[in-house]
């Protein structure tokens, strides 16, 4: 039978490289992208290209409005998305109050529809900046949680695996590891600020770790400034 998994897929870097481990892996993959109120929907443009060329089974995109809270630069155009700081220790405003707990939550709903094994999440330790729900402590409590909380657990036996292939890489090994595995990252937009054609800002924290991790990688830089 064949083994399925869920893909969490914003478009970004990260994410590419994950569904690219889970299709390596030797999952049927289906890739679920979250319209969350962010700044611009580039990343989700993105998403659809990425899982199609990632030879996704299925590409689900899903609306949940955290915009309505805001509580970070990402859904409210109040605050302004700050540029890179390496002397900064505080977690930026990019911080999405519980973003993961949410998105892992709805993916675990459609993993347990599709009669998915597993789950994927493109985190990464090393460069999350600070971001609490990128640690390895979190995926594992959320998987206790989604062992917890499901039929398909509970009563069919079927426990469901988190799955956190980049959570010990820089973004030099990412890259690496997603060039050796077929990953266009021309098709990803990781910048917070992209505009309309997904060209990034060049700024932000997210364009500083994607630029310095293919310097690192000894690789061309396929993103596109504005």
């Known amino acids: ?6 893909i969490l897929l ?5 994410s590419a ?28 443009n993105a998403s659809q290209k990425v899982s199609k060329a990632g030879g996704a ?3 689900k995109e899903i609306k949940m409005d955290l915009a309505a809270f805001g509580g970070s630069s990402l ?17 930026p405003l990019t911080y999405v109050p519980a973003r993961n707990t949410i998105f892992l939550s709805i993916a675990l709903a459609f993993a347990e529809v599709v009669g998915a094994q597993a789950l994927y999440i493109g985190v990464t330790a090393v460069d999350y900046s600070g971001y609490p729900d990128c640690r390895q402590e979190f995926i594992d409590a959320f998987e206790r949680l989604a062992n917890l909380g499901t039929v ?13 292939p980049l959570i010990d890489l820089s973004k030099a090994e990412i890259i690496q590891l997603g060039t050796k595995l077929g990953v266009d990252y021309a098709l990803t937009v990781s910048c917070y600020q992209a505009d309309d054609q997904g060209r990034a800002c060049g700024r932000c924290d997210s364009c500083h770790h994607r630029k310095m991790g293919f310097k690192e990688a000894g690789l061309s830089d396929p993103t596109r400034y504005q």
């Open 75 to 91: 859904t409210d155009d109040s605050l302004a998305v700050s540029d890179y700081d390496a002397q900064s220790t505080q977690v």
């Open 1 to 6: 039978m064949t083994q399925k998994a869920v």
């Open 10 to 14: 914003s478009g970004g870097l990260d």
């Open 57 to 59: 089974k299925t590409h």
């Open 17 to 44: 490289t994950a569904l690219a481990a889970a299709r390596a892996d030797g999952f049927e993959c289906h890739t679920l992208a979250v319209d969350y109120g962010q700044r611009h929907r580039s990343e989700l």
């Open 152 to 164: 398909a657990a509970v009563e069919e036996g079927r426990l469901l695996k988190v799955k956190t």
